[in-house]
């Protein structure tokens, strides 16, 4: 089955291709209109391909054409690593090393947050390092966020210094990972019921007691794209982070990346879903010895195609503020 994002690709082949925020946030569409099918989205300010993103991802799910639309993957391999697609049993268990110290670490050090009110804008602040494979030639990009809690006003973002409105859901639209706090408290700490928790919410329904053995293959990508998008989230109640790496550590096709860096040039790990050749070169780092999280790393290609880039990002900066461009 194709990359639902290779078919939207295709769709509108002359626009600029999506940076990695951008690839992520289109696959929070396509989810977010499979389960909510009466969310009606505005054309917003945002360039040509976001609009064309939004229309096509209806589109694809009325007609079910890709069947599951949010599924990820990667056999993409580190600068100094194999790739995880050849991973024997024993660095999948390294994985599994690798996200449960990260969820030691996280408990270690976690406090409960502010709640933010549903009335409220998670900000944050992200440093992107880009780097042109060919040349060698790096830019870096401050690229700030304002999302609407409750979805219900306009959420400001940047890709790549370029700035993108996404306008409001509409009644009964929601977000993955949700901000508002009543949702994401909802969400059991459980590893395995988190799992389940959370397919549930893509395939309307199922139960939350079943073991991770029983996931089919799609539902294995499906849950470490979600978890993924979760941790991504900067705010979440106490426990429920080290809950999402736990859970992570338990998704079958888990794979380690060893020999990377992160964008401040730390030696790290990578951590990756092996099953799909789709994101070569997508993975979560983390420090080799503390565990701790340090970054994400993608690729891009330019829109000639004859340009691919790295790009290294880590949040430096985060808070709940009032209003869009107010910072903490």
Do not use: C
Request: no cysteine; proline share 6%.
């Amino acid at each position: 089955m194709n990359d639902e994002l290779e078919l939207l690709r295709e769709w509108d082949a002359d626009a600029a291709p999506l940076t990695g925020p951008a690839r992520d946030r289109a696959r929070h569409r396509l989810l977010n209109t499979m389960v909510h099918a009466d969310r009606h989205t505005g054309t917003g300010t945002g360039p040509g391909r976001r609009r064309a993103l939004r229309l096509v991802a209806a589109a694809v799910v009325a007609t079910a054409v890709t069947g599951t639309a949010v599924l990820i993957g990667t056999d993409g391999s580190g600068e100094g690593g194999g790739a995880p697609g050849t991973s024997t049993p024993r660095v999948e268990n390294a994985a599994a090393t690798v996200l449960n110290g990260a969820a030691a670490w996280e408990r270690q050090r976690e406090k409960e947050p502010v709640a933010p009110r549903d009335d409220q804008f998670i900000y944050s602040k992200r440093i992107i390092k880009e780097t042109e494979r060919k040349t060698g030639e790096v830019k870096t990009y401050t690229d700030e966020m304002w999302d609407s809690v409750d979805v219900s006003k306009r959420s400001l973002s940047m890709e790549l210094g370029r700035e993108m409105w996404e306008e409001p859901a509409g009644k009964g639209g929601g977000v993955w990972p949700p901000r508002k706090w009543s949702e994401l408290k909802k969400l059991p700490q459980d590893p395995e019921k988190l799992i389940w928790a959370i397919i549930s919410l893509g395939s309307r329904g199922g139960s939350d007691d079943r073991s991770v053995s029983d996931l089919d293959k799609h539902q294995r990508f499906e849950a470490y794209w979600l978890l993924g998008e979760l941790l991504k989230n900067p705010v979440l109640p106490q426990g429920l982070r080290p809950a999402a790496y736990e859970a992570l550590a338990l998704v079958p096709g888990v794979r380690t990346i060893p020999g990377v860096k992160d964008s401040a040039g730390r030696a790290g790990v990578g951590v990756a879903h092996a099953e799909r050749g789709s994101r070569e070169g997508a993975y979560l780092i983390f420090d080799p010895a503390s565990y701790e999280f340090l970054g994400f790393r993608d690729e891009r290609i330019s829109a000639s195609g004859k340009k691919k880039y790295i790009q290294l990002s880590h949040v430096v900066d985060w808070g709940i503020v009032d209003r869009v461009r107010q910072r903490p």
